[in-house]
């Protein structure tokens, strides 16, 4: 089972403010179907907060557009996957795109030791 973290403004569409984000649309993937999606309010940004927060929630993945190295570094740290570069699209499409392996990313920091041949998801 897989948790993945989107950050997403108030219409659902991806968020380039990962830090500021005003939301998290969560979703549970399970024997590749999604079995639950959920949007959450993050803490108030402070750095570093995000990582541990995200992974305390049992989020095992994140796609974003962009994040600061110190946020990959914890999130890597926690044996969270965080995929960077998406597209601005709604969380809809990204997710879609990351369960067919179809998503384009221009960054993919995977913890290998966390997942096997984590190459596009």
């Known amino acids: 089972m897989k948790k993945i973290a989107i950050p997403v403004d108030e219409t659902g569409m991806l968020d380039a403010h990962f830090g500021h984000c005003r939301f998290f649309m969560v979703f549970t993937e399970e024997n590749g179907q999604i079995i639950a999606q959920d949007r ?15 992974s305390e929630e049992g989020v095992t993945d994140v796609i974003t557009g962009g994040m600061g190295q110190m946020a990959l570094n914890l999130f890597n740290q926690r044996g969270v996957n965080a995929f ?19 998503l384009s990313l221009t960054a993919n920091y995977c913890d290998h030791e966390h997942e096997e041949g984590c190459t596009g998801h």
Do not use: R, T, Y
């Open 40 to 54: 959450i309010v993050p803490p108030p940004h402070e750095p570093g907060v995000l990582p541990k927060w995200l």
């Open 84 to 102: 960077v570069g998406a597209p601005q699209v709604s969380s809809f499409d990204l997710i879609q795109g990351f369960m067919s392996d179809s």
